[in-house]
């Protein structure tokens, strides 16, 4: 790590623990979880609901901890594959994604059997193989979790945003900092001069992407915990089952593979093929 950034190097890359963290994911607690949404006891489904949101709150702690001692590994994440990057959002996922699969479940949502004129009505109900309370979870919720929903995006559009807004202004001062302090010692053939104002500048800078970057964590925090406070168990449960399962399809290669096969296809008006 170069000195400027005044913070010591992780010895162990943020990467590796991203694997081991995934891993634990998908092959601990997801079937975990799933096997405790099969069975009939909603104290353990609740432990172990909160055993995966505790799983996703520590993901982000981590991602501070990685920002605060070595910011660049995470400006840079090269070991993401091209269907997660598009994802990221300042380190990680968007918090929009979050609310957008709650807006998915309640689209959802399966109108009562006294509605006669909805044609929604003789649609199967989802997660038919599953106790009714879970294949019922998302059928017609309350008002106040929509408004909960209309109330958590709001606040998100203007946080999203301002920090956009700031990394953008600090990469501006950021760019004209260093170049014209650079530019200044070079005039002066005074190497170490720019070498020390150089230095203070990608310092300066990183300290303010650090802040920026704590503070999105802070809100993806904010809107787990905000959804899982305003979902019942059974909704909490599936939230969460489909949030890993996302990131879990996300590294498939299949779907990676499908992904970069649309990427090389040309252009309908490109392959077309002249007749003679």
Known sequence: ?????????????????????????????????????????????????????QHFQSYYHALDAAATTDPTQLLSQDWRNSLEKPLLWL????????TNLVRSFLHQQYPPETDQNN????????FPDRPWQVALAWSNSSDSLTACMDQIECRLRHIVATLSDR?????????????????????????????????????????????????????RRSVLVDIMSATTVYQAALFLEALAQFLIDSREQDLLNAVEQCKVLPHPKHSRTSSH
């Open 1 to 53: 790590m170069l000195k400027v950034f005044g913070r010591q190097k992780q010895s162990r890359a943020f990467k590796e623990y991203y694997l081991e963290w995934f891993n634990t994911l998908k092959k601990n607690l997801l079937p975990l979880l799933r096997r405790s949404i099969a069975g009939e006891s909603p104290i353990i489904l609740s432990s172990h609901v909160e055993m995966l949101h």
């Open 167 to 219: 990394l953008k202004r600090a990469e501006n001062a950021f760019m004209e900092c260093v170049v014209g302090n650079w530019f200044q010692c070079w005039e002066e053939q005074n190497i170490a001069g720019a070498k020390e104002a150089v230095g203070a500048d990608v310092k300066a800078h990183m300290e303010e992407v650090v802040s920026v970057v704590l503070y999105a964590n802070r809100v």
């Open 119 to 126: 044609p929604r009505r003789h649609l199967p109900l989802p």
């Open 91 to 98: 380190a990680d996922l968007h918090p929009f994604l979050f």
